[in-house]
């Protein structure tokens, strides 16, 4: 009995560490792949937000299409809107 018990503690005690490693593993690798990787709607819709407002902040990464009159699209690069902003 008891050695079965110390058995089952040793394996027990092998997954926790296999699911600590696993957690811990986890975390590190995500923040590398998940920016750049994969541009999401909901990161894309929060990039529109957060530059929205902040027409300085938005000034790196414009969309840059002219219209007739010759003015610059004000949106963010690759902007999910159809139509251009000139304002
Ligand atoms: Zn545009």
Same mark, same amino acid.
Do not use: F, I, W
């Given at each position: 009995?008891? /050695?079965? =018990?110390?058995?089952? +503690?040793?394996?027990?005690?092998?997954? +926790?560490?296999?699911? /600590?490693? +696993?957690? +811990?593993?986890?975390?590190?690798?995500?923040?590398?792949?998940? *920016? =750049?990787?994969?541009?999401?709607?909901?990161?894309?819709?929060? /990039?529109?937000?957060?530059? =929205? *407002?902040? *027409?300085?902040?938005? !000034?790196?990464?414009?969309?840059?299409?002219?219209?007739? !009159?010759?003015?610059?699209?004000?949106?963010?690069?690759?902007?999910?809107?159809?139509?251009?902003?000139? !304002?």
């Amino acid at each position: 009995m008891s /050695k079965m =018990d110390g058995l089952r +503690a040793m394996r027990e005690a092998k997954y +926790a560490a296999a699911q /600590k490693a +696993a957690k +811990a593993s986890k975390p590190a690798a995500r923040p590398k792949v998940a *920016p =750049d990787a994969k541009p999401s709607k909901a990161a894309a819709a929060a /990039k529109a937000l957060a530059s =929205d *407002p902040g *027409p300085a902040a938005a !000034s790196e990464e414009l969309c840059g299409h002219r219209n007739m !009159s010759g003015r610059t699209c004000t949106r963010e690069a690759g902007h999910a809107a159809k139509s251009h902003r000139y !304002s």
